[in-house]
């Protein structure tokens, strides 16, 4: 499968977020037939930090939606896009996942909230972030999750092919997200796409990237704006020796065959 990481520049002048979104709306009609394409967190309200204007973008939500199903079902592409949302009368950080049918089969609600997000209003997910689509297993973390081996772990021990990462990381430094995500990939011996913004600077933010099951980055924007884009075998798995002299096995396997999380209760 091809899998492409969208990447658009962070702005915070006039009308950022109308900017952002159409930014991404352009990026999203490049998508190919038969392929993944994952944007960033906040395609809606991206660039904002006052409370109401993000409350004032929510209703962009909808629109952002209903291009990214029109795409899916257009390209019979599988399309990952991140908005902020209000749903059943909650506020919610959604992460929907649309099937080549241009059908919502999934909707992640992000878990670990961050301060400006709990003053938002949002309100957390339930915990549910696995999902199996056409003999695919889908895994999902949005931005602050990533710091939370909690999910980390409870991903692993379900398996997942790939796992999906809107990102709004834009104060972090680089050297924090590369080994985020590929220990990350490591762990779960999975597939990382990770979305995020540039903020033009080498130091912090930007590095959307794919990663290896093995941890090996295999694509990474670093700064740049755009998109950027490879082709993975979402089966492979990263075999290792169970110890020196042993047979090979899944790395996964191989770290949770150690695991005893009852001494440290």
Do not use: W
Not at 19 to 46: C, H, R
Not at 99 to 109: I, N
Not at 188 to 214: E, H, L, Q, T
Request: aromatic share 10%; net charge negative.
């Amino acid at each position: 499968m091809k899998i492409t990481v969208v990447q658009p520049k962070y702005y915070a002048g006039e009308k950022p977020d109308e900017i952002i979104a159409e930014f991404l709306k352009n990026e999203l009609s490049k998508t190919e037939e038969n392929s993944l394409i994952v944007l960033p967190e906040y395609s809606n309200a991206g660039g904002l930090s006052e409370k109401e204007k993000e409350l004032a973008a929510l209703p962009r939500a909808k629109e952002m939606l209903d291009f990214a199903s029109k795409i899916a079902k257009e390209k019979k592409a599988y399309v990952s896009i991140n908005v902020i949302e209000e749903r059943k009368g909650k506020i919610k950080n959604s992460t929907y996942l649309y099937g080549k049918d241009g059908k919502a089969a999934f909707v992640y609600d992000k878990i670990h909230l961050p301060p400006s997000e709990i003053a938002l209003g949002i309100s957390r997910g339930e915990g549910n972030c696995i999902a199996d689509l056409d003999g695919i297993r889908f895994a999902f973390m949005t931005c602050y999750d990533v710091y939370y081996n909690e999910q980390i772990e409870y991903i692993a021990a379900h398996k997942p092919d790939i796992i999906l990462i809107p990102g709004y990381q834009r104060g972090e430094r680089t050297d924090i997200i590369l080994a985020q995500n590929k220990l990350a990939a490591f762990r779960c011996n999975a597939y990382i796409a990770r979305s995020s913004f540039s903020m033009d600077d080498d130091n912090k933010g930007g590095n959307s990237m794919i990663v290896s099951p093995s941890g090996e980055i295999l694509a990474n924007m670093g700064k740049e704006v755009g998109s950027i884009s490879c082709e993975v075998d979402l089966k492979y798995k990263y075999m290792r020796t169970a110890g020196f002299g042993c047979g090979m096995v899944r790395n996964d396997d191989f770290i949770n065959n150690g695991l005893c999380p009852e001494i440290f209760k």
